[in-house]
C-alpha cells in the first residue's frame, strides 16, 4: 500500500534526498572548520522528504540527519557537547516534523478539494487566459459527452454554440481584465451528439496566474420551461395562435412604428357567423372546432399575404370568444378590402363535418386602416374595426366592411 503511495514525483525527492544525504555527509568528514555549518545543510533533504512524505517520513529524515551528522562528527573526531547533540537533534526532528505537518495539511485540502471537484454535479473548470481549458471535472463529460483529453486539446469557444461564440469571447476578455469580481452570464454548449445545452455561469479571473475558475450549472431544462411558459402566456390554448396580450403588444408597436415611420397599415376585426347556434346546435365540441378552423385558415392566409413589414409583422390572434384579430402592417384600404375578401372566401370554402351533416362556417370582417396622418389609440382602431365588423354582421354577415374616416 505504502509503495502506491509513492507516485513518482515522490520517488524522485526521495532519491534526491538520499543523494543529498550522502553528499553532506562526505563533505562533513572532509571539511574540518567549517564542519558545524556543513551540518545543518541537513535540513535540505529533511524539507523534502517532508514535503514528499509528510510529518512521519519528515520525522524519520530528521532523525537520519541527526544520525549522520553525529556520525560524521565522530568520524572527523569533532565531538560535541551534550548539549549540542540535543540542540541539534531538536532543530532537525522539529524541521522534518513541522514542514511534514504543513505538507499533510496541504494535500489534505488538496484531497478534499479534489473530492468536490470529481463528486460535483455542477460543471466545475480552470480555463487560461489563452482561451483552452487548463482542467475539467467529470460533469463536463457527463453532460457534453467530451472526454477530458478532447476538451483540454480545443479552445473553449469551438464547443460554444455559434450563436454565443461572439459574446463568449466579450464575456472570457471581460473576465480576464476585471478586478477579480464574480461574472454570471448564460451561454449555449453543444454536446457531442450536437444537441443544445443551456449554461449558467459563474466565473472569476485570476489575473497573476493567468487562469479563469469557474462553475457552470445546466439550465437547458428550465430554459425549456421558461420557454413553454412564455409561449403559454402569450398564445390561446385552444387555437394556438396569439391571444389578446400579446397582439396588444403587437399593434402598439405597430402604431409607434406607424407615428415615427409614417407607414401604416390595417386593423381586421373578423368575427364567426352564427357561433351561439353552433354552440346549441351541434355542441361545445363543435363550436371549439369551429373556432380552431377558422384560427388555421387566417393564420395560413396571412402568411400567404406578402404584408410583413418593418414594424411589428403581420399578426393574427384571438381576441376572445369567437373575435379574432388581423395586423396588416404598410397596407392601404384597397389592400387591406382585398385581404379580408380573400380570407372571408377561405373560410366560406372550409366547411365542417359533423356526426355526418356538412357544417359551412362564415366570418363577418371589420377593417380599420392607420397611417401617420391618422393613426389613434390602440383601443379607438379596436372599437372602429369593431363598428364596421357589426355593420357586416348586421346585413346578414360573410363580408367585410371598412371603416370610414370621415
Known sequence: MFARLIDGRRREAIAASAGLFVAIFVLRTTVGTLADAISFLYVIPVVIVAIALGMRAGTVAGAVAFGLSSASALIADQPTSTLGYFNRAMVFLFIGALVGRFADELRSLEAESNRFFDLSRDMICIAGFDGYFKRVNPAFEQTLGYGSRELLGRPFTEFVHPD??????????????????????????????GDVHWLEWASVGIPGEDVIYAVARDIT????????????????????????????????????????????????????????????????AAGDEALRTVARVLAANLRQTDTLGRGAGGQVAR????????????????????????????????????????????????????????????KDLLAAADRAMYVVKAAGGGGASIESRS
Not at 459574446?167 to 481584465?177: F, H, L, P, Q, R
Not at 395562435?241 to 397599415?265: M, S, T
Not at 356538412?358 to 389613434?376: R, W
Open 164 to 193: 454565443d461564440r461572439i459574446s463568449t469571447g466579450e464575456e472570457a476578455g471581460a473576465i480576464a481584465g476585471g478586478g477579480g469580481g464574480t461574472v454570471q452570464f448564460q451561454n449555449r454548449y453543444l454536446d457531442k451528439d
Open 221 to 284: 431544462d428550465r430554459k425549456v420551461l421558461e420557454q413553454e411558459l412564455e409561449l403559454l402566456s402569450r398564445s390561446d390554448p385552444l387555437t394556438g395562435i396569439f391571444n389578446r396580450r400579446r397582439f396588444d403588444e403587437a399593434l402598439e408597436a405597430q402604431l409607434a412604428y406607424a407615428r415615427r415611420y409614417g407607414r401604416g397599415g390595417a386593423l381586421l376585426i373578423a368575427d364567426l357567423d352564427r357561433f351561439k347556434q353552433i354552440n346549441d346546435e351541434f355542441g361545445h
Open 319 to 378: 381576441l376572445g370568444g369567437d373575435e379574432f384579430a388581423l395586423l396588416l402592417p404598410e397596407v392601404d384600404a384597397a389592400a387591406a378590402e382585398a385581404v379580408a375578401s380573400r380570407l372571408v372566401a377561405a373560410i366560406a370554402s372550409e366547411p365542417l363535418e359533423i356526426d355526418g351533416r356538412e357544417l359551412k362556417l362564415g366570418v363577418s370582417v371589420g377593417i380599420a386602416v392607420f397611417d401617420e396622418d391618422g393613426c389613434p389609440l390602440a
